[in-house]
């Protein structure tokens, strides 16, 4: 019989070679698929892998869809830390992308340089808003966080999906579900010509810098560290767990709130109802692939956005559903438990005697 017993000691080089093996497992797992459906496996990986970035217009494709998960993963990392595991930053992007889309769409037609800060500073004080209220019942009432956020992640998406059919709708749009166009002041301003690579880019960076300085310079980041690893040692010290948990949901909603205008403000330009491909929940895989670390961070961003343009290419070259992306990335996250669980655990083999 076999048991699994937990490891005197777990090893800090295992830790950190962990999501690179659950990699490789998910690249050797997805060439298995590939040849039961049929399809040469290199090839196919070729395709999945490396053609989407064989170009310089591939690797910006590829920088425009890490700069959000990067950014939202950065800000989930702030609540993992603490113990908080809010995985509602879909519902706090869109509300991000309503309150700074908002602001774009009232002012469409002003020409000022002051219209874009405006939308970025509306869209992190509405995604920090709604996550805001998932802290004030986790505080008053101590509801789990877990649904909370994940019901108030779908009332999101549909108070985008009534102003896009409703009162914010186009009237010069023939009906379709989606607002007026954003004015060029409201726009993300292109970083390289011919290229879709944006100023969100810069933002996300800075804020991946200032993450950083938090973590490994200042009291608050060891708060939030020392809060998620022993809650009684954080008690006994007098760190204020209300103040710790309402500001962990806030900066994370705040980030996922300026991902989101970042997101309709760059490559969209408008408001619709899919404004994103499940980045906020796609973002969690790249915050426990990066380690909660924002260096770690950027480089799971960039794997986990290669799924997305690999399916993409799978799709037009292999002629198979662009889902198959969501399939390496759940295989990325269920290596990346099994080979976190075997870090810290170990398999005994028990004998049965008589």
């Given at each position: 019989m076999i048991s699994i017993v937990p490891r005197g000691s777990s090893s800090q080089l295992m830790f950190i070679l962990a999501p690179i093996f659950a990699i490789f497992l998910t690249l050797f797992f997805g060439a298995i698929i590939f040849a039961f459906m049929g399809y040469s496996p290199f090839a196919a990986l070729k395709i999945f892998f490396i053609s989407p970035i064989s170009n310089a217009y591939g690797l910006s494709e590829l920088l425009v869809k890490a700069t959000p998960l990067a950014l939202i993963a950065v800000g989930l990392s702030f609540c993992f830390k603490n113990n908080i595991y809010n995985i509602g930053?879909?519902?706090?992007?869109?509300?991000?992308?309503?309150?700074?889309?908002?602001?774009?769409?009232?002012?469409?037609?002003?020409?000022?340089?002051?219209?874009?800060?405006?939308?970025?500073?509306?869209?992190?004080?509405?995604?920090?808003?709604?996550?805001?209220?998932?802290?004030?019942?986790?505080?008053?009432?101590?509801?789990?966080?877990?649904?909370?956020?994940?019901?108030?992640?779908?009332?999101?998406?549909?108070?985008?999906d009534y102003l896009v059919v409703g009162p914010w709708r186009d009237p010069d749009g023939f009906n379709f579900p989606k607002t007026r166009s954003f004015g060029e002041s409201g726009r993300m301003p292109i970083l390289f010509d011919g290229l879709r690579v944006h100023f969100g880019l810069i933002i996300t960076l800075i804020l991946l810098a200032l993450s950083w300085f938090v973590y490994s310079k200042t009291m608050f980041g060891y708060q939030l560290k020392v809060s998620g690893y022993s809650p009684k040692a954080a008690r006994f010290a007098g760190f204020n767990?209300?103040?710790?948990?309402?500001?962990?949901?806030?900066?994370?909603?705040?980030?996922?709130?300026?991902?989101?205008?970042?997101?309709?403000?760059?490559?969209?330009?408008?408001?619709?109802?899919?404004?994103?491909?499940?980045?906020?929940?796609?973002a969690i895989i790249v915050c426990f692939l990066g380690r909660l670390h924002p260096v770690g961070i950027i480089f799971a961003s960039l794997i986990i956005a290669l799924t997305y343009l690999g399916a993409e290419d799978a799709q037009l070259f292999l002629q198979i559903p662009a889902s198959v992306g969501f399939v390496f990335q759940g295989l990325v996250l269920f290596f990346l438990l099994g080979t976190d669980l075997l870090v810290n655990f170990k398999l005994r083999l028990n004998t049965l005697n008589g």
């Open positions: 930053a879909e519902g706090q992007l869109t509300m991000g992308a309503i309150f700074g889309g908002g602001v774009g769409i009232l002012f469409y037609d002003v020409n000022s340089f002051l219209i874009l800060p405006m939308m970025i500073i509306a869209g992190g004080i509405g995604g920090a808003l709604w996550a805001s209220i998932l802290a004030l019942l986790k505080i008053k009432f101590n509801t789990n966080e877990i649904l909370t956020s994940l019901m108030l992640a779908y009332i999101a998406l549909l108070i985008l767990k209300n103040f710790l948990i309402f500001s962990a949901f806030a900066i994370s909603g705040a980030f996922a709130g300026i991902a989101g205008i970042g997101e309709v403000s760059g490559p969209i330009g408008l408001l619709y109802r899919d404004i994103s491909p499940n980045y906020g929940f796609t």
